[in-house]
Nanobody, 127 residues
Framework: QVQLVESGGGLVQAGDSLRLSCAAS????????MGWFRQTPGKERDFVAA????????YYADSVKGRFTISIDNAKKTVYLQMNSLKPEDTAVYYC????????????????????WGQGTQVTVSS
C-alpha cells in the first residue's frame, strides 16, 4: 500500500498564498503520476492540478490556472501545490492522489484514474 500524507493547509485571507505538500511512503512504484483535487461539503470532488512523473507535463483546472503551480520532488516522493492569489472560492478540503506507473509518463485528470488518496487538508480563505 501507498500512504499519502498532506500538509500545509490553514486559514488565510484572500490574496494570500499557501503551499500544500503531499508525501508518499510505503510501497514504491517505479513512477508516479500525481494530482490534487478539492471538495466542498455537499459537492463532488473536483480536479485541481496534475503532474507527470518527469514533471514535463502539467495540467490545471481553468479556475486555478495562472494562480496555482504543481511540482514534484521525485527523490522525496513529494508533490507540492503552490497556491497564490487565493480566493474565498478556493476554500475546500484538498486531497492529493497518486497512480503507480511502470514506464509511462502521463498525467491524469479523472479521479477514477488514481489508486491512492491522502486524508485531505483543509484550506479556508476568508474575504
Amino acid at each position: 500500500q501507498v500512504q499519502l500524507v498532506e500538509s500545509g493547509g490553514g486559514l488565510v485571507q484572500a490574496g494570500d498564498s499557501l503551499r500544500l505538500s503531499c508525501a508518499a511512503s510505503g510501497r514504491t512504484f517505479r513512477r508516479y503520476a500525481m494530482g490534487w483535487f478539492r471538495q466542498t461539503p455537499g459537492k463532488e470532488r473536483d480536479f485541481v492540478a496534475a503532474i507527470s512523473w518527469s514533471a514535463i507535463a502539467t495540467y490545471y483546472a481553468d479556475s486555478v490556472k495562472g494562480r496555482f503551480t504543481i511540482s514534484i520532488d521525485n527523490a522525496k516522493k513529494t508533490v507540492y501545490l503552490q497556491m497564490n492569489s487565493l480566493k474565498p472560492e478556493d476554500t475546500a478540503v484538498y486531497y492529493c492522489a497518486a497512480r503507480g506507473l511502470d514506464y509511462s509518463d502521463s498525467y491524469y485528470i479523472d479521479g477514477q484514474d488514481y489508486d491512492y488518496w491522502g486524508q485531505g487538508t483543509q484550506v479556508t480563505v476568508s474575504s
